[in-house]
């Protein structure tokens, strides 16, 4: 499995821990996961990533630099400052309702979309 690129999973039940997915892993889609991801957990090779039902707060440093594309779908939390890796391209959100504070958006950020959740 160390050269597994793509991983796609409906619902994801068990805390993801450091050394759990691949470390070449470039696109993950998780269609519900309801644990809090940790700094650490995502590969560093990870390119994209589609968290479809996921609604836990997410912190400065989990997202790995390496990240051009994220999609949340059933997104509810506010986006933090600084969260969004400086490297990201796309960022698509199913119904968001911002605001959008200073230094939330890189400026490497190409492409927004949103989208309706259901």
């Known amino acids: 499995m160390s050269n597994?690129?793509?991983?796609?999973?409906q619902t994801l039940d068990t805390k993801i821990k450091k050394g759990m997915l691949p470390p070449a892993i470039e696109y993950i889609?998780?269609?519900q996961h309801n644990h809090p991801l940790e700094v650490?957990?995502?590969?560093s090779s990870l390119t994209e990533l589609n968290l479809y039902d996921y609604n836990?707060?997410?912190q400065v440093g989990v997202l790995p630099?390496?990240?051009k594309s994220l999609i949340l779908r059933l997104y509810k939390?506010?986006?933090k400052p600084f969260v969004l890796p400086n490297r990201?391209?796309?960022l698509g959100m199913g119904d968001f309702q911002g605001p959008i504070e200073v230094n939330v958006l890189p400026t490497s950020l190409t492409s927004t979309s949103t989208f309706p959740t259901r």
């Open 4 to 9: 597994l690129k793509h991983f796609e999973i």
């Open 29 to 31: 889609m998780i269609r």
């Open 40 to 43: 650490g957990v995502l590969p």
């Open 56 to 58: 836990q707060e997410l």
């Open 65 to 67: 630099l390496s990240l």
């Open 77 to 79: 939390q506010r986006l």
């Open 88 to 90: 990201l391209e796309f």
